[in-house]
């Protein structure tokens, strides 16, 4: 029949291609419209391999971060076509806190060190139990940053002793994008009360800019979890557990309670840490009425995050991006609703 009518052969070859450009189109990442801005939030690194390393502890060969490196380039590669202005990592940028695996870390970041203002929560693989968080500082140490016009500070403790949470193991930035100032807080796993103390200081202190946080421990298993069936099945949320401090640590709960929730100029807390929740997010007002936006990303190999901030509709496109198979999130094993992976959030940036 076509034979005789090669124009409704040609109609269906179009529609075809039209159909699996726009499937294309689905999956990948669109670059960032004029007037918008990205901020890359980086899961939990801990994807090592080689010599000592968790998953090749017999392995003779150098140690290496495939992962790791892939988020980075794209990140470094992407910078004007994304318009990030702004990377977060949530922590556990190791997974074993010995010198080799900080190394490849180091040379991961390096990428785009001096391109684009970042910031790094410690987690619970990048300390001892105590706290004691010397190897993050002796790679990513204040001195790292202090040429920056965008670092703003680090928490130091009273004395000469910073290993516990001194020396950028708790930090804040300074940002500006599109007409609107920001402030973006990172916080260890677990932040004692004399840290807590010193972000709400910080966010005092500039309150007339809006405020972001990145933590380690945020959303989970709400309990701590008694089965390792626990870290899927039981109920999530804010967690009321902790990894970290010893009695000195507080929960995501206490540091809400006593931090988060009092800030007016709050608007965001990035998480990791649950590989096995993976992406959940929930929004809660604070004491002022104001949205805060709670989001969990523990992707590992399955993608990073870009917050892309679109001020003309007042909302924030999440699209979780994979640059290892260059293409987007459509749901996971674990988390299986795309709706998890790529959502928008309402966010008022009018002036």
Not at 159 to 185: K, P
Not at 207 to 218: E, K
Request: aromatic fraction near 12%.
């Amino acid at each position: 029949m076509t034979r005789n009518r090669p124009w409704l052969f040609l109609s269906a070859v179009l529609m075809l291609l039209l159909a699996t450009w726009n499937v294309a189109a689905q999956e990948t990442l669109p670059p960032a419209p004029e007037g918008s801005f990205s901020v890359v939030v980086l899961p939990d690194t801990q994807a090592y391999k080689g010599r000592g390393t968790k998953a090749e502890p017999d392995s003779k060969a150098e140690v290496t971060n495939a992962v790791f490196d892939a988020y980075t380039k794209w990140i470094a590669d992407n910078i004007e076509r994304q318009r990030i202005v702004f990377v977060s990592h949530v922590g556990d940028i190791v997974d074993k806190n010995v010198p080799e695996q900080w190394e490849v870390a180091r040379r991961a970041m390096d990428r785009f060190h001096g391109r684009a203002p970042y910031g790094i929560s410690v987690g619970n693989h990048d300390m001892e139990s105590n706290g004691d968080s010397s190897l993050f500082q002796r790679y990513f140490p204040e001195s790292r940053f202090n040429d920056f016009a965008w670092y703003g500070a680090s928490f130091r403790n009273e004395g000469d002793d910073q290993s516990i949470s001194g020396d950028n193991a708790n930090s804040f930035q300074l940002f500006s994008a599109e007409g609107m100032d920001f402030v973006f807080l990172h916080l260890e796993c677990n932040a004692p009360d004399n840290v807590l103390a010193w972000a709400d200081r910080v966010l005092e202190r500039h309150a007339d800019r809006r405020a972001l946080l990145t933590t380690h421990m945020g959303l989970g298993p709400r309990d701590k979890p008694q089965t390792s069936r626990d870290f899927f099945d039981a109920p999530k949320g804010r967690m009321r557990w902790k990894k970290r401090h010893g009695a000195r640590g507080n929960t995501p709960e206490q540091m809400w309670q006593k931090c988060y929730q009092k800030h007016q100029n709050l608007f965001i807390v990035f998480c990791g840490d649950q590989s096995r929740t993976q992406a959940l997010h929930q929004t809660t007002l604070g004491h002022h009425g104001n949205p805060i936006h709670e989001v969990l990303s523990d992707y590992g190999s399955a993608g990073l995050r870009v917050y892309q901030f679109i001020p003309e509709d007042n909302l924030i496109q999440v699209y979780t991006y994979s640059p290892l198979q260059e293409k987007l999130c459509e749901g996971t094993t674990i988390v299986p609703d795309r709706a998890q992976h790529q959502f928008t959030l309402k966010y008022d940036m009018s002036p």
